[in-house]
């Protein structure tokens, strides 16, 4: 199965900060296949990118996804309140479906 | 509104069985895949089940093969997941999830989550 690790585990920030999330998995991930979601404490998990780059409906664009193969990158342009959460990347390329340990962005 | 309600969730004893369901609302069930996704507090989720529209298509993770099923009742527009040999490992925040993009995508929504507690 496909390992996927996140960096850093936690990242502290203040808001209007730019945050930059890792996700590295341990085999390419085909076509792209990557999702990112925001959790947030007591919430279930929520769509933010699918394929790697494409923004889920009403997602703000201060939210972007880029890379491809075995790395991948989730960039807040500038943090609102609201986006101190937990992220999560979850790759679909392959079974089985598999996501990563996620990374807390906390006020600084 | 796309919702989706999870039940059933509840403690048992080791060995024990349980079934969890799903109520969907708010879109056309018979056009998706829909997963199980569990969740240990403080942990990544982790991908339990899916079933593709037609039932035709299912599939599990390792850890569960075996001992949990998954069905679907496009009639009563529910999902549901069979649970048995409990473990104190299978012990989660147990959600339902509709696929996007295919049998194998991702899953948008989720919903609120059923907690499994499996002690003795």
């Known amino acids: 199965e496909i390992v996927l690790t996140q960096s850093p585990g936690t990242l502290s920030l203040s808001p209007g900060d730019r945050a930059t999330l890792s996700c590295r998995a341990s085999?390419?991930?085909?076509?792209?296949?990557l999702a990112w979601y925001q959790q947030k404490p007591g919430q279930a998990p929520r769509l933010l990118i699918h394929g790697a780059s494409n923004r889920a409906t009403d997602i703000p664009d201060r939210f972007s996804g880029s890379g491809s193969g075995t790395d991948f990158t989730l960039t807040i342009s500038r943090l609102e309140p609201e986006d101190f959460a937990i992220y999560y990347c979850q790759q679909y390329g392959s079974l089985p479906r598999t996501f990563g340990q996620g990374a807390k962005v906390e006020i600084k | 509104e796309v919702q989706l309600v999870e039940s059933g969730g509840r403690v048992v004893r080791p060995g024990g069985s349980l079934k969890l369901s799903c109520a969907a609302s708010g879109f056309n069930f018979d056009d998706f895949g829909m997963s199980w996704v569990r969740q240990i507090p403080g942990k990544g989720p982790e991908w339990v089940s899916g079933?593709?529209?037609?039932?035709?298509?299912?599939q599990y993770a390792d850890s569960v093969r075996g001992r949990f099923t998954v069905s679907r009742d496009n009639v009563k527009n529910s999902l549901f997941l069979q649970m048995n040999s409990l473990r104190v490992e299978d012990t989660a925040l147990y959600y339902c999830?509709?696929?996007?993009?295919?049998?194998?995508?991702?899953?948008?929504?989720w919903g609120q989550g059923t907690l499994v507690t499996v002690s003795s």
């Open positions: 079933i593709n529209w037609n039932s035709r298509n299912i």
């Open positions: 085999q390419s991930i085909m076509n792209r296949y």
């Open positions: 999830a509709r696929e996007i993009g295919g049998d194998n995508g991702w899953f948008d929504p």
